[in-house]
């Protein structure tokens, strides 16, 4: 075997940088977390008078109840979207066309995530396609207020992890074998009860992953309520930018992130046993 | 079944193109607004986008916080993988886990922290440290992509060549790497694509000098503007080349 040492040099700059840029930065917004901002000066008090503050000031607490709101309902959305998409590449398009129908429906994937929240803007604004069309057909009078809303932001995010979502899934379905499916035919299944006991079932830990991907990323995403939402209900990720940019409060910043980061954990342990990530 | 099958096919596709192509055919509009009425083409905005210097410059410094950020992240990712494929080092599953863990946690996190520990070291904020964050989040998505494309197939050549007398650095650059060349190609486009798309961390660790994501985000704060359009459009395209062009060259051939 070879040695040890060079192992270990060759292991060293990997492990140094996320040290050096990951774990230490992870340990100082701990510390600075116990510290507070009084007078408009950073004072290391070492208590957890910011976590307090969290709990007792409904400011904060809303923009967790809203944050979670907007992602359990964006997460179950998706989901529902993503899966007959997913099943109908995988089993209804033909063979030949199954790939491009697949690229087809993750390509605007790559549209930059900012632009991507402002397309939807354009959608949905005042005098966007949606109102647009509403208003020259008769069905609405006055142009619905979507933009700035709650309904803007889930949209926009929905619209992301349809994406996402319709690509687990759909890998999850492409590995069934087919054998399955005939098998449970045979044994006079209909289609929906094949469905519901062979299918699901096998593929739950891609829809789970997907989900859990799709949890972590809206939950911690600043752009989409951003530009979408507006400042009318604030999410974690936004009080969070209006400590660092408007009052410079790092502690609170630090103590409302890391709270951010313990719930994506208590979310990690719920779907722990399906996130076996080597079974997808 | 069939007729539903297609009939939610199509409404998923409008869906999910429904912005791109608002957005692409009102980078077009002859008018003020990218809304409709559509009032007729021209490519004034492209013009004036090609003509904006800060725009362009923030255009080659998000390539060029990309390319590097990509680079060290795979070069380090591709050294650590091999480490712990081929050697027997205690705690190798912790620091696996080391590696990875910041995959766990959202960017704005790791931004925020990582704009603490600048500012508490002194350490002025630029596109510099804007690599480092990128770094930061890209080192373990290249390490997991090539790590797992470790095989004991590339083991086996490893070996014959330094029985026949090679230096592990010759092993690394002459066996290893084009033999991985697949994933260590994807795991650096990928990095590329999202450290050229990464907005909170290039928005608080960029100070003057900005990349382009951060650049539109100003755009934004004058409203709806065809130019922006435009510049997204510029984007998007540029995206679909890469990808179509991977598509044909990489993964073709692994198939």
């Known amino acids: 075997m070879h040695t040890t040492?060079?192992?270990?040099?060759?292991?060293?700059?990997?492990?140094?940088?996320?040290?050096?840029?990951?774990?230490?930065?992870?340990?100082?917004?701990?510390?600075?977390?116990?510290?507070?901002?009084?007078?408009?000066?950073?004072?290391?008090?070492?208590?957890?008078?910011?976590y307090a503050n969290f709990l007792e000031k409904s400011y904060f607490m809303q923009g967790l109840v809203n944050s979670l709101e907007i992602t359990a309902l964006v997460t179950i959305i998706s989901v529902l979207l993503a899966y007959p998409l997913a099943w109908i590449i995988a089993e209804q398009v033909p063979a030949r066309f199954r790939r491009l129908a697949l690229i087809l429906a993750i390509l605007p994937f790559w549209t930059s995530y900012v632009v991507r929240s402002y397309s939807w803007l354009l959608v949905l604004g005042k005098g966007g396609i949606v109102n647009q069309t509403l208003l020259s057909i008769g069905l609405i009078a006055e142009p619905l207020e979507i933009a700035s809303t709650r309904a803007a932001t889930v949209i926009g995010f929905v619209h992301f992890f349809t994406m996402l979502l319709t690509l687990t899934i759909y890998a999850n379905l492409v590995q069934l074998p087919p054998n399955y499916r005939r098998a449970a035919a045979d044994l006079g299944a209909s289609g929906l009860q094949t469905f519901r006991h062979v299918i699901l079932p096998l593929t739950l830990p891609g829809i789970m992953v997907g989900a859990f991907l799709t949890f972590v990323l809206c939950i911690g995403d600043y752009i989409t309520p951003q530009i979408?939402?507006?400042?009318?209900?604030?999410?974690?990720?936004?009080?969070?930018?209006?400590?660092?940019?408007?009052?410079?409060?790092?502690?609170?910043?630090?103590?409302?992130?890391?709270?951010?980061?313990s719930v994506v954990t208590v979310a990690y342990i719920a779907c722990a046993r399906w996130l076996r990530l080597e079974r997808v | 079944m069939r007729a539903l099958s297609w009939l939610y096919l199509a409404a998923a596709y409008g869906f999910i193109f429904l912005p791109v192509i608002v957005l692409v055919t009102f980078?077009?509009?002859?008018?003020?607004?990218?809304?409709?009425?559509f009032k007729g083409v021209t490519l004034r905005w492209y013009a004036e986008i090609f003509a904006d210097d800060r725009l362009m410059s923030a255009l080659l410094n998000s390539l060029v916080v990309a390319l590097g950020s990509s680079l060290v992240a795979v070069t380090l990712g591709f050294l650590a993988a091999f480490a712990l494929a081929r050697y027997v080092l205690p705690g190798s599953a912790w620091m696996r886990g080391l590696i990875a863990a910041p995959l766990t946690v959202s960017y704005l996190v790791i931004g925020l922290g990582l704009l603490m520990l600048f500012n508490q070291i002194g350490l002025p904020r630029s596109l510099w440290t804007v690599g480092i964050g990128h770094v930061v989040i890209n080192l373990p998505l290249c390490f997991a992509i090539i790590y797992a494309s470790m095989g004991?197939?590339?083991?086996?050549?490893?070996?014959?060549?330094?029985?026949?007398?090679?230096?592990?650095?010759?092993?690394?650059?002459?066996?290893?790497?084009?033999?991985?060349?697949?994933?260590?190609?994807?795991?650096?486009?990928?990095?590329?694509?999202?450290?050229?798309?990464?907005?909170?961390?290039?928005?608080?660790?960029?100070?003057?000098?900005?990349?382009?994501?951060?650049?539109?985000?100003?755009?934004?704060?004058?409203?709806?503007?065809?130019?922006?359009?435009?510049?997204?459009?510029?984007?998007?395209?540029?995206?679909?080349a890469l990808v179509i062009a991977l598509e044909f060259t990489v993964f073709r051939r692994r198939k």
């Open chain 1, 5 to 50: 040492k060079t192992g270990w040099g060759l292991l060293a700059p990997a492990l140094l940088w996320i040290v050096a840029f990951f774990t230490v930065p992870m340990a100082l917004m701990v510390a600075v977390s116990l510290w507070s901002r009084e007078k408009g000066k950073i004072v290391q008090t070492w208590d957890l008078g910011n």
């Open chain 1, 228 to 261: 979408l939402g507006g400042n009318n209900e604030l999410t974690l990720p936004q009080i969070i930018m209006l400590q660092i940019g408007r009052r410079a409060d790092f502690p609170m910043a630090s103590a409302i992130a890391l709270i951010l980061m």
């Open chain 2, 27 to 37: 980078s077009f509009q002859d008018g003020r607004l990218p809304v409709p009425p």
């Open chain 2, 152 to 240: 004991a197939q590339q083991d086996a050549a490893e070996r014959a060549a330094r029985d026949l007398g090679a230096s592990t650095s010759q092993v690394l650059i002459l066996v290893t790497a084009p033999m991985l060349a697949p994933s260590i190609f994807a795991a650096f486009f990928l990095s590329v694509t999202f450290s050229w798309d990464e907005f909170i961390i290039a928005f608080l660790l960029a100070r003057f000098e900005v990349t382009l994501p951060v650049e539109i985000w100003n755009m934004l704060r004058s409203g709806l503007n065809p130019k922006t359009n435009a510049i997204g459009s510029v984007v998007f395209l540029i995206s679909i």
